[in-house]
């Protein structure tokens, strides 16, 4: 998977635009929220409703509680944002050390959310904890988005908190340009990937009996939203140099390409003859009406075997940009 991280990389270079937040969209539970620049994303699996937590990372902080933020999604059936800011103030009010500090709504996206700026106190701990909540609902679940630092602190990271809580959006997404692929039979696929981080999208796809971690076919499939790239040859090159910087041996080959204003698509595979730990792929490039898309299937060998590059050639080419 040494790839994909690059390739992503890859395809943000198309474009480039500066800003403090960097846009972070979960598909699958149906949210997006604002990451600072320097923050960390870390995963979880232990907590069901927690969906998503970053934290300031070490080098950015010197504090020893660094500051994080969560969202938490949970079922919620025939409620609404006044009726869940009502019980979650009842349950966090009968901490005898919480105090309410300010509260209000904004209109996000459409959608009213309600938010409270708070301090107590946890268990074990004796830092005061100052935190902002942010309460939306969306298709019967509650979404609470929590960013939390010491007390002392909090006037410092208050306007921030309130800036990431600005951005979060919930409720399911507008539809949007992507590059539907009808996997071949066979194989049962898993995806292990779907997320957006600022305009670009991906989702990854294992089969079914390997681990993330000792995979041997992987599919990364990426859109770079709302971006054009106007000869097909520079993305060719720019997923070249990334393969020739990651492995020298790196062989690269065009096998299809067009690239007229209306019909701009590049089929190529990079193979690593005599590489110590070889990883091949077939990628397929193509631009869309409004975004860029870029798919390779990856292999743990030194060279992808005919049959193999011919059937997935097919798939790739077969596969339509539509709008989901």
């Known amino acids: 998977m040494k790839y994909a991280l690059l390739c992503g990389l890859v395809l943000l270079s198309f474009v480039v635009k500066g800003q403090n937040l960097v846009n972070y969209r979960d598909t699958a539970n149906h949210f997006s929220v604002g990451i600072p620049n320097g923050w960390q994303v870390i995963k979880n699996k232990q907590i069901p409703s927690l969906k998503f937590m970053a934290q300031r990372s070490a080098a950015d902080s010197a504090l020893p509680a660094p500051e994080n933020f969560t969202v938490n999604v949970v079922e919620e059936p025939r409620s609404n944002v006044d009726a869940i800011a ?15 500090l300010d509260s209000g709504s904004i209109v996000s996206a459409g959608k009213r959310m309600i938010w409270l700026d708070e301090i107590h106190l946890e268990g074990n701990r004796a830092d005061t904890i100052f935190a ?6 969306a298709d019967n679940k509650t979404y609470l988005l929590t960013a939390t630092t010491l007390s002392p602190f909090s006037a410092g990271f208050k306007p921030l908190f309130h800036e990431i809580g600005h951005s979060f959006k919930t409720g399911k997404a507008a539809r949007k340009e992507r590059l539907k692929i009808a996997l071949p039979a066979g194989i049962k696929w898993t995806m292990i990937t779907d997320t957006e981080v600022d305009n670009l999208a991906t989702r990854q796809f294992l089969p079914a009996d390997e681990p993330p971690q000792q995979w041997t076919l992987l599919i990364n499939d990426m859109t770079m939203e709302n971006a054009r790239v106007n000869n097909i040859d520079l993305a060719v090159k720019s997923f070249s140099d990334a393969a020739v910087s990651k492995a020298s041996q790196a062989k690269i080959t065009v096998l299809g390409k067009e690239n007229i204003p209306q019909r701009r698509w590049a089929l190529f595979k990079v193979e690593t003859p005599g590489a110590g730990n070889p990883e091949s792929q077939l990628y397929y490039v193509i631009q869309g009406p409004k975004s860029f898309h870029a798919v390779f299937i990856a292999k743990k060998t030194e060279t992808l075997p005919a049959d193999f590059v011919s059937k997935w050639s097919t798939v790739f080419k077969k596969s339509k940009v539509v709008n989901e």
């Not at 009502?86 to 309410?100: A, D, T």
């Not at 902002?132 to 609902?137: E, P, Q, R, V």
Request: net charge positive; charged share 20%; aromatic share 28%.
């Open 132 to 137: 902002s909540i942010f309460i939306a609902y």
């Open 86 to 100: 009502k019980k979650l103030l009842y349950y966090i009010g009968r901490n005898p050390y919480f105090k309410l």
